[in-house]
Nanobody
Framework: QVQVVESGGGLVQPGGSLRLSCTVS????????MGWYRQAPGKQRELVAA???????NYADSMKGRFTISRDNAKNTVYLQMNSLKREDTAVYYC???????????????WGQGTQVTVSS
């Protein structure tokens, strides 16, 4: 089995910062890309940022310059540092890992349960 567990969400004032963490554990052969998505009420889930195992990053345009994704391959953990938060950043943030489980030959998407980020004064 594979577990994807996020942490670090919460309530923050506009202009503030939060750091999300996501750790993947279990029977894993390899992890390819990891990333963060978010879903606001009434909206579709959207990409926030992603990072390959080699460290190449990709950001949604609205997050560039404010959010930073990083990764610790030894810990199977991905981070999202969010600065200059805006009210419109309020959403449930989901961690995604594209990985190959041990004893399997294909790569599949695994998701965390989500962590709520609320930006409000």
């Amino acid at each position: 089995q594979v577990q994807v567990v996020e942490s670090g969400g919460g309530l923050v004032q506009p202009g503030g910062s939060l750091r999300l963490s996501c750790t993947v554990s279990g029977s894993i052969f390899s992890i390819n890309a990891m990333g963060w998505y978010r879903q606001a009420p009434g909206k579709q889930r959207e990409l926030v940022a992603a990072i390959t195992s080699g460290g190449t990053t990709n950001y949604a345009d609205s997050m560039k310059g404010r959010f930073t994704i990083s990764r610790d391959n030894a810990k199977n953990t991905v981070y999202l540092q969010m600065n200059s938060l805006k009210r419109e950043d309020t959403a449930v943030y989901y961690c995604n890992a594209q990985l190959r489980p041990r004893y399997y030959t294909w790569v599949d998407d695994y998701w965390g349960q989500g962590t709520q980020v609320t930006v409000s004064s």
